[in-house]
């Protein structure tokens, strides 16, 4: 896989250093859309823009349409073979993949204080049905086959999303409501290279803890895609982990540095225990939610987002094996191995109609946050991946 060319490292950034950034492009446009007081006339607007290479309405502020303009593309350097090799191994795994993402990539988030702290403080993250809903489309969206040609929708979520953390920013920063000199600057750039870990090293660490066999070489794809996404939403890959080994030295320092129990994590997890709750028929597996976020996250972390104990705790520890009979099925038999993927991909856009409603979900600017805040993989299965180990002492 080949390498961006970079000067630096985050091994050779201070931690320090990357608090006190955010994104100077998104940020600045932001700036100018509340100045000018456009941004109720840009959300209107931004509305009709869903699909790469589609006209600009008119009447867009001119601050916009450069900074759409600006991001409409990729990096230049992304290595399309690699992303080709992702969208495999997403296919191979995407149900596995949602729940990483669902049960231990979005706790790992409330885990950081300075995370769940402004989690917290927007309207639209009161409601974790729609956080998840637009996590989810976003990533399916990244995983398509057209996901960088005109007529996609994945360019223009990731453009709506970066100027939806700006505005976060913007809010926090202007009304005096984030302590920046203990926190850092809200959406810093240490937290948006953390949310690029939690989505890729993390998500790849809970599919070995399920006992997924993954390829090293479609391990290393998935990472990649991450940091391309990384990249369109503004996070600085010069300053970002290039490779798995750098990711789990930046993971350990991040989560040395910042985890935590919170009143605001606990908050949140309590609320995103509630929606899958909700989501899984009849209430008799209810608890399995709790003992797959438990089981992905450990007992310490689990016990800090107050996440309850069950006896379904000792039952979730089967199911390595379960999918490990699974994966039997699917590598002895080409038949098998269609219907688990189609089953696969059924599960995925289910899971994620039932938190849409069958509604495309828009990123828009909030113009306010709440007043109460206070603070099938065709890659072999040889070479099978394993997590670098950790650097952190036992």
Known sequence: MPRMPRTATKTDTPPDDLRQVGDELADATVAALFD???????????????????????????????????????????????????????????????????????????????????????????????????????????????????????????????????????????????????????????????????????????????GIHMSAEGAQAYFYAWRVVGAMLGVDQDAAPQDLDEARRFLDRYLVRHMGPTEEGAHLMRQLIDLYEEVVPGTFFDPVVSALVRHLVGDTCADWLRVPRTPWDTVVKAVPHLLGVLEGIEDRSPLGAWALDRLGHLTTVLELSSLTRGRVMHYAIPEQLRKEYGIANTTPRNRRWTPPASTVPS
């Open 36 to 210: 000018r007081g456009e941004v109720g006339r840009f959300n209107t607007l931004m509305r009709y823009v869903s699909t790469a290479g589609a006209p600009l309405p008119d009447g867009l502020p001119d601050v916009a349409r450069e900074y759409l303009r600006v991001t409409s593309a990729p990096p230049d350097w992304v290595d399309w073979d690699e992303m080709e090799r992702a969208r495999l191994f997403f296919i191979d795994n995407n149900v596995h993949i949602s729940t990483a993402l669902s049960f231990a990539a979005m706790p790992a988030c409330y885990l950081v204080p300075p995370v769940a702290k402004l989690l917290s403080a927007s309207h639209a993250l009161r409601y974790p049905s729609k956080r998840m809903a637009e996590t989810g489309q976003f990533t399916v969206y990244l995983m398509r086959p057209d996901a960088f040609e005109a007529g996609s929708r994945f360019v223009p979520a990731a453009q709506k999303v970066r100027l939806l953390h700006a505005s976060i920013r913007h809010h926090l920063l202007r009304e005096n409501r984030w302590d920046t000199a203990a926190l850092g600057t809200p959406i810093c750039q240490e937290d948006m290279i953390g949310g690029q870990m939690f989505f890729s090293l993390l998500v790849l660490d809970s599919l070995h803890r399920l």
